[in-house]
């Protein structure tokens, strides 16, 4: 059974990743990725390293325009 101990580092992962979320603007992607799928039948990005983020996560999602 998990203690309370967890649930303290449960929220701060999830404040973490909503905050990575924001960062990389993450929803908005994502939607953009969608639309490229549905318009031209497919939709990219690249998960990359990006060092001057102001997390603690350095994940960056990059889109790739496909012609």
């Known amino acids: 059974m998990l203690g309370a101990g ?6 701060r992962i999830e404040r973490e990743l909503s905050r990575w979320a924001g960062v990389v ?3 908005d992607n ?3 990725v969608r639309m490229a ?3 031209n039948g497919e939709g990219f990005a690249v998960l990359t390293s990006n060092p001057r983020f102001p997390t603690p996560v350095k994940l960056d999602l990059c889109l790739v325009e496909t012609d």
């Open 6 to 11: 967890s649930k303290v580092h449960n929220r």
């Open 25 to 27: 603007s993450l929803a």
């Open 30 to 32: 994502l939607r953009t």
């Open 37 to 39: 799928q549905a318009q």
